[in-house]
């Protein structure tokens, strides 16, 4: 809290206008820019430049009332960020640390005051109420250990007497119905939206019982002209629940002086817009009925305030170190996470940001998918990613895939997984990104025509193993079902949570597998008809087909917990083999709309962080369509089994299935047998017939007690 003299001196002063001042805000890459500014293009030159700040009147109670600059700050003419007031100012950069200390900081106050007041007497303030929330910034950088001091000034002019109060503020519900305050907030956005813009400084209001009206300060006298009452409003950063924020100060002096000899009581709404965990709320504004003060004399500019107080309450400058972090590198880890720290003061205040940064990501493939869910979980601040792949860069790749480059192609192309960990590291140098150029054995593939393939195959299928136990959450983006297989029955037999994402010509699939929780050899299954909950995969894509049956399906189980829930797989009935055997090139390759890999790399890395979210992570239970209205389970919303997309019809479905007692990768059968034979259990399977894991997990038996039932419905038609 901060006033002028006159205000502190007040003798009641519950009844005299406070205002809570600025409290500056400058990040990392604000001092990064100055850097290069002064190094590049300031040089030696200490004349005034213009910089760019900006507030945002949603912040939760408690927190200062802060101006912000960020690295754009010397973008003058850039963008400002959505729901944030622009605030310009004027940067003196000194060359010295002396010439720091002894610029006079009055005389470039009163300058700065001066140009307020004379655009108030000229009317350019109605036009452009931005100039009355102009500050200073006074600054010397040291670049050998880059220490950084900095004296901010917020210019404020005040009145000879306080600001007396007509009443204690109110919070709009006290003053305004409902349907007032969402039509208030209707003409918020509305005036909003004429202006071009997401946040208005300053703004006129009248309003009846049924109807709110909003119109800029330019507008007074046309839009106050039958009016028997005055409000005013301001875009107010401050979050203090009996006091307005500074930038209210300089507007009741520009009321003052325009229509002070006609305006005695004026209204003021305080308007504070909140968003909490998705939910947007401006019940927290204030109203204040406030007397204005004679206004002072026009030939003489009124007295200022403004300079920023230090940490100690003093006033003083501020001095930051930052040798530790003006390493690009660093600044680039502190910019990524500070993208994610808004998500949470603004949005979500209970997201578990640690849990996802430190999460380890296993990405089975480095194609079209694997590409799109390592950018996405960049986005999301993850760390640790690591690429298993065995292909090469071809020149069909880099306009699908974002990671590699017409460059990679050449001379053969270079491996995937190498090239992507280069771009990863090109990207965010801070990611701890590594490459395994390694083939998956799979089912229908067989290994054992000499024993240096069999001895390569074993090792495959160690690093494999070794790879899955050191990592948190694996990723399946192959090209074909049957390399699905093998880290399935792993990960499975490890309790590690599996995102799968496969594609179609138009239509895709990304789910999370089952996540068991009791040892091989113990059934988590559901009843045997949990087969039909899902649709089979096509064998000539790794997309499963039918989805319409999934659909269908999706309503069929409700309140599946994790456990329980199935795997790529389970909605099969026949063992995985080779897809790509007497294919064309259109049935080898997956054949898809552009835009489709991006879409599903996304949801499979959104699933994923949802699945963190939860309370109970991969053994959450699963949301389905049905749950779309009900509250969701996590501060991000819903932790679904599977997505279901259609881009012909731009529509999700969200089907839930549980685990099949005979699936071909993650039934008790399955896991028992790799556990206790290992290597052994799985050659047979490369080098048997799809007939072996059928007749291991029964499926051969219900196939045939399937076509005995049919003959005897047949044999029962005949006799009919």
Known sequence: ???????????????????????????????????????????????????????????????????????????????????????????????TLDAFKTTDKKALLDKEAKEIWDAIKSGAALKDPSVLCRFILLTFADLKKYHFYYWFC?????????????????????????????????????LCASRGTTAVPYFLMKYADDAVEMAPLSDWDAFFKDAKKVTVGVYDPCTLSQHPGWPLRNLLL????????????????????????????????????????EPPPASACPKSVGWEKNPKGAMGPRMVNLSECMDPKRLAESS?????????????????????????????????????????????????????????????????????????????????????????????????????????????????????????????VEQLEKLISEHDVVFLLMDTRESRWLPTVIAASKRKLVINAALGF?????????????????????????????????????????????????????????????CYFCNDVVAPGDSTRDRTLDQQCTVSRPGLAMIAGALAVEIMVSVLQHSEGGYAVAS??????????????????QIRGFLSRFDNVLPASLAFDKCTACSPIVLEHYEKEGFNFLSKVFNSSHSFLEDLTGLTLLHQETQAAEIWDMSDDESI
């Open 336 to 460: 990524v996470d500070l993208n994610l720290k808004l998500m949470r003061w603004r949005l979500v205040p209970s997201l578990d940001l640690e849990k996802v940064v430190n999460t380890k990501c296993l990405l089975l493939g480095a194609g079209t998918l694997g590409c799109n869910v390592a950018r996405t979980l960049m986005g999301w601040g993850v760390r640790h990613i690591t690429f298993v792949d065995n292909a090469k860069i071809s020149y069909s790749n880099p306009v699908r895939q974002p990671l590699y480059e017409f460059e990679d192609c050449l001379g053969g192309g270079k491996s995937k997984a190498l090239a992507a960990v280069e771009r990863l590291a090109k990207i965010f140098p801070g990611v701890n990104a590594q490459g395994h150029n390694m083939s998956i054995p799979m089912p229908g593939h067989p290994v054992s025509f000499s024993q240096a393939t069999l001895s390569q195959a074993q090792r495959d």
């Open 254 to 293: 520009l009321l003052s002086h325009r229509w002070g000899s006609k305006l005695d009581v004026v209204e003021v709404l305080c308007f504070r817009d909140r968003t909490l965990q998705g939910s947007r709320s401006i019940q927290h504004s204030l109203i204040f009925q406030i007397k204005l003060p």
């Open 506 to 566: 138009d239509t895709f699939v990304v789910m999370r597998h089952g996540l068991k929780n009791s040892p091989a050899g113990q059934s988590v299954a559901a009843g045997p008809d949990s087969s039909s909950s899902c649709s089979s995969a096509s064998s000539s894509s790794s997309t499963p087909a039918g989805s319409a049956l999934s659909a269908q399906g999706s309503s069929l189980f409700s309140n599946i917990p994790g456990h329980k829930l199935g």
């Open 154 to 190: 917020f210019p404020a002019l005040g009145f000879s007497e306080g600001i007396k109060l007509l009443r204690q503020p109110s919070v709009l519900e006290q003053v305004f119905s409902a349907k007032q305050i969402s039509a208030m907030q209707q003409a918020y956005d509305d």
């Open 624 to 641: 389905s369509s049905d749950d779309r209205m009900n509250e969701p389970p996590t501060s991000l919303g819903l932790v679904p089994h």
């Open 1 to 95: 809290m901060a006033s002028d003299t006159s205000e502190a001196a007040s003798s009641t002063p519950d009844l005299k206008l406070q205002f809570a001042p600025f409290s500056s805000a400058l990040e990392a890459g604000f001092w990064h820019q100055l850097t290069q500014k002064k190094l590049n293009d300031y040089r030696l030159d200490e004349s005034p430049k213009c910089i760019k700040g900006y507030y945002y009147n949603g912040d939760p109670l408690g927190l200062p009332t802060r101006l912000t600059l960020e690295f754009s700050a010397f973008e003058v003419d850039g963008a400002t960020p959505v729901r944030c007031c622009p605030a310009f100012g004027t940067l003196y950069n000194t060359n």
